[in-house]
């Protein structure tokens, strides 16, 4: 008896509990003539003889509520900037814009705007300036904008994988290798000393004295899903990553998302293009489709760009040489450089893939060609406004090569994943941020996320 009158209880509060709509779903099936309750900030204000007309956002869609609040309702505080929750009746203007008749207005947080608030209305305020009020700056149109298409993006990234079986593997971000061998790693210990005492050993220091060994914040989780996918087959990871580069360009960060797959079985480069090229044209078409409001906001010029109904290009790295040598550009030892891929993207007019790389340009675990013993079957796809924006490769499946090229004892583990029941596999990782520029037509990288982290900047 006791549980059910709790069970009661809980029942009538919580259909006592007030209910307010998204403005997305106000505007998408509007109720003529029904109350309406919303919550958000106001954008914009116009005091006319009998009614304020405010513009209201609650960050749920691109689009605005405009609410029709009669003067007697106007308080001080109902501001651009505030915060407000309005009920009142929805209805439909002589334009056929769909409004709110107010009948309760309550600000909730006043914004005195000259006390510091960082922007104004109807302005369109540089990035660089944006970027110095890190946690304000979703309230611009620009920003949070982007952060829908964001969101977006990453749940059409998921419906793709999940509609084609692959298994969401949670990688580890504390990790004891650098998967790319670069060095530009993160390295992990405690901050408290009276930790570092109380854990010390002999042989410890204070790198390797809470893990036992040096430990980092990953760079990629190719490694962990190569693991995975030799017992569950296609599996895929979307998350944070960390390289410390000492770049401060439009096209970098210290901390950035990655999507990354393994595919099982895998034994062709072609079976690994096609995946991305599947992959890239699917989300742009469905993000599209879905956040069209969002990139008009972002950009007005942002149109699809033709290559989704195109094949994209291949070419061998060699090839990629000659072509760029008869434009002038001349490829070094260390490989092809950011001018040299936008280049070579002009040159093709699509999206292309250089495959067919040397072997000392790339990672150890990338397989060598059948065709060249001095290249690997491996690929970079170069786009606009980024250049690269995929890279990937057949995975080294012959244990003795492997072994060979393996630069640690530490990975060991790794080796040993060829010696009971291996398989061919491949895989790529994806730069989330580098996608958002091109789908969004946004030239630098920082404003792609909501809280960028690079060299001296690490605010918040």
């Not at 709509?21 to 003529?32: E, F, Q």
């Not at 915060?83 to 002589?94: A, D, E, K, N």
């Not at 904008?145 to 964001?150: D, G, K, P, Q």
């Not at 434009?327 to 495959?355: R, S, T, W, Y």
Request: net charge neutral.
């Amino acid at each position: 008896m006791f549980c059910k009158r709790i069970l009661n209880i809980c029942h009538k509060n919580l259909f006592s509990i007030k209910k307010y709509s998204a403005i997305a779903s106000v505007l998408k099936k509007p109720n003529i003539g029904e109350v309406a309750e919303i919550k958000g900030w106001v954008k914009s204000l116009r005091v006319q003889k009998e009614y304020v007309f405010a513009d209201i956002n609650d960050g749920s869609c691109a689009q605005r509520l405009q609410i029709l609040i009669p003067k007697h309702l106007k308080t001080e505080d109902l501001t651009y900037g505030s915060s407000v929750h309005i009920t009142g009746t929805l209805s439909q203007s002589p334009r056929g814009q769909i409004e709110l008749v107010a009948n309760n207005v309550k600000v909730l947080g006043s914004c005195v705007v000259l006390d510091g608030y960082p922007f104004n209305p109807r302005t369109a305020h540089p990035p660089e300036y944006v970027r110095q009020y890190l946690h304000l700056r979703s309230r611009t149109n620009y920003i949070s904008a982007v952060l829908r298409v964001r969101n977006a993006l990453t749940r059409h990234i998921h419906e793709y994988f999940a509609s084609r079986n692959y298994l969401h593997i949670h990688t580890p971000i504390l990790t004891s290798n650098d998967c790319e061998g670069a060095g530009e790693v993160f390295k992990v210990q405690p901050e408290n000393e009276d930790t570092i005492k109380a854990m010390m050993q002999e042989g410890k220091n204070k790198d390797t004295v809470y893990f036992g060994r040096k430990t980092y914040l990953t760079v990629s989780g190719q490694l962990h899903l190569e693991a995975i996918c030799r017992s569950m087959g296609n599996v895929y990871t979307l998350g944070p990553t960390f390289r410390a580069e000492n770049s401060r360009s439009r096209l970098h960060l210290s901390e950035f998302y990655m999507l990354e797959a393994e595919l099982a079985f895998a034994d062709s480069m072609d079976t690994l293009q096609y995946n991305i090229e599947d992959l890239l044209k699917y989300i742009f078409i469905k993000t599209r489709e879905t956040n069209e409001a969002d990139l008009f906001v972002i950009s007005k010029d942002n149109k699809e760009p033709s290559w989704v109904n195109r094949d994209f290009a291949t070419i061998t790295y060699d090839e990629a040489g000659s072509i760029l040598d008869k434009k002038g550009l001349v490829v070094h030892d260390d490989g092809i450089n950011k001018e040299q891929e936008l280049a070579l993207v002009e040159h093709c007019q699509v999206p292309v893939f250089i495959v067919q790389w040397p072997k000392n340009l790339k990672s150890f675990y990338m397989k060598e060609s059948p065709l060249d013993n001095t290249k690997v079957d491996a690929f970079d796809l170069l786009a606009p406004i980024t250049g690269e924006v995929v890279g990937g490769s057949l995975r080294e499946d012959n244990y003795d090569k492997l072994k060979s090229k393996l630069p640690s004892d530490a990975l060991n583990w790794y080796l040993e994943l060829r010696k009971f029941g291996n398989i061919p596999t491949g895989g790529y990782g994806l730069g989330l941020e580098r996608i958002m520029q091109i789908l969004c037509n946004i030239p630098n990288i920082k404003d792609t996320l909501p809280f960028p982290r690079w060299p001296h900047n690490c605010d918040l």
